[in-house]
């Protein structure tokens, strides 16, 4: 006969054995229900995928739900460049920031200040990067580019853009200082300039005109280096050009602004689903100068015999191009005028341990 005791011990032993299967067929279910749910988000995307061109245009676009603040720590910096239409780009990012879970941050400059010290450098890649609680975030701010690998950031931030046509920056921002904006119609600035047109300032070689001052979107992109500001530095120009596609994720065109914030939508959605249905609706502004006249045609050979006006042109084209190879490769047009999304060219195989 077996004695009472080894009778305890052996239930107690065949009652932890069956606790301990039951735990793992539990855990083994939760992992099955999970794999499923996996699945059938997976068998989502691919009856998406397969849907025809026309119907993955950018509005259709669900990436964003279930976003919220501080799911991801990714930063956006906007290096604006004055006059190039950066206040309606300005008002979209504001404006999608609380629908998109975002925060918008403007970066003031002290003094109309276009570069900062290497010590405010370090601090603001320290502060930006490390700022948990207003993360993802989007800056935007009149500073030159920030050569951010040579700070030790582990998060490299995420670098956009606009350029200008150099010559219709220039004049847009002589008028501006002059006549203001169908926003800000009067300028303090007015008073200590002359109410002369640009035609009338390049016939008698003024200040304001001098072809020296569109010497500014080469030196935005080439960065905090004193010889980028050295008006028609070729070293500059070409710094500036290997920047752009080195560090710039995009750079767009004042002159095709609705192309440049479609790509913006299907590239970063995270920060710019919506925005071209905004653009397109009119709830964004694009300011415009006031009373600005454009130029004769003997101003516009006058600047262009300037070398500073055919570097600054020969770095708009540059970017112009490449912006253009960008969108032909993600977009094509359909029948009804939307762009649309090439699909994808890649897929994921042959995958090891399974």
Sequence with gaps: MIPPRQVTFGLLGITVFISLICLHLLTELSQLDGARQKLERAVVRLQEEKLPMSSRHLS???????AEFGDDDSVVIYNRVPKTGSTTLAGIMYSLCNTNKYFVIHIGMFHSAKTISLSDQMRFLHNITTWQEKKPALYHG???????SKFGVKRKPIFINMVRDPLARLISFYYFTRNGDDIRPSRERQKDRTMETF???????????DPVNLWLQIPYFCGHIAE??????????????QNVLRHYLLVGLTEEMEDFITVLEAVLPRFFKGALTLYKNGNSHLRKTAQKLPPKPETISKIHESPIWQMENDFYEFVRDHFHYIKDQLFETDEFGRSVERGHRFQYEKIRPS
């Design 199 to 209: 035609d009338e300032c390049v016939e008698r070689d003024g200040d304001d005109c």
């Design 142 to 148: 009149h500073i030159a580019f920030i050569d951010y």
């Design 60 to 66: 259709s676009s669900n990436d964003q739900e279930g």
């Design 228 to 241: 980028c500001w050295i008006p028609g530095s070729e070293w500059a120009l070409n710094k500036a050009k």
